[in-house]
């Protein structure tokens, strides 16, 4: 009996033994793709980014479409980055109009965030308001596309974008339908958005990709261009007669394009 017990430690030794060795000679584990976190703009919400998510999801990607507060630059880049903490390996950050802003703070300093995409989106540089940055150039038509502002307690004001001029100004070259569904479902963004300065954006050190639009209403194309162009952008796609809702009107070339980001430095 003694001699039976004895036999089979040796054998479940000479097993434990084995099983290690192959584990430390195996080949590691394929990299997993990074997760694309999505951030909307202002006079927006996640659902914007419908068609964009169904094709990356389509390819294998974890997707998480945040909700930007839209109460603040500081404070929506604070909360997207505490997000980012939570997300287990690579990330490839996309930020849409104002929600470029917020991802060009949020991702400083997070090294887990491996690329950027601007879709028709804000680049600005330390120091710089949105407000003040939008009148760089001449073309935006989107103050006279706004309604009144509506009061807050704080003593700030919220903005959207009057319903009945939203297809035109925002959504030209998308589905009256859907123009209609974004217009309804539009978040309004507080007006400190576009007066908080920016901080140290990431784009100075993490590689970064634009795409827009040529008929851009609410940022003008060249201010677009220009941001580019600053940051130094890898790759920068110009949609012809895309409006500021290329994520919507153009999405296999916006996904093409985060999916460029995903799979290189």
């Known amino acids: 009996m003694l001699r039976t017990l ?11 033994g084995a099983l290690l060795h192959s584990s430390a000679n195996a080949a590691p584990p394929p990299p997993t793709k990074p997760t694309i976190l999505l951030v909307h703009g202002a006079f927006a919400e996640s ?3 419908e068609d964009v998510i169904g094709r990356l999801q389509a390819k294998g990607y974890v997707v998480v479409a945040a909700a930007n507060p839209l109460r603040g630059l500081r404070s929506d880049s604070a909360y997207v980055a505490n997000l980012v903490d939570t997300i287990p390996g690579p990330v490839v950050m996309v930020g849409h109009s104002y929600g470029g802003a917020v991802i060009s703070n949020a991702a400083e300093g997070k090294h887990n965030v491996k690329g950027l995409v601007f879709v028709a989106a804000f680049a600005p540089e330390s120091g710089e308001a949105l407000g003040e940055l939008s009148g760089k150039f001449p073309g935006s038509t989107l103050g006279a596309a706004l309604a009144p502002p509506v009061a807050l307690p704080d ?3 919220d903005l959207y974008i009057q319903q009945a001029k939203y297809h035109e100004q925002f959504a030209a ?4 339908r859907v123009a209609a569904l974004f217009a309804a479902t539009q978040r309004p963004v507080a007006e400190a958005a576009f007066t908080d300065k920016a901080d140290q954006p990431a784009w100075k050190t993490v590689p970064s990709r634009f795409i827009y639009g040529s008929a851009d209403h609410a940022i003008a194309p060249q201010l677009l261009d220009f941001m580019a162009q600053r940051a130094g952008s890898k ?3 110009v949609v012809e007669g895309a409006s500021h809702a290329v994520l919507a009107s153009h999405a296999d070339q916006v996904a093409a394009l985060i999916e460029e980001a995903a799979g290189t430095n």
Do not use: F, I, Q, Y
Not at 6 to 16: C, D, G, I
Not at 173 to 176: G, M, S, Y
């Open 155 to 157: 003593g700030g004001k």
């Open 235 to 237: 790759h920068t796609v």
């Open 6 to 16: 004895k036999e089979t430690s040796l054998a479940l030794l000479l097993a434990t």
């Open 47 to 49: 659902l914007s980014w």
């Open 173 to 176: 070259d998308v589905p009256a």
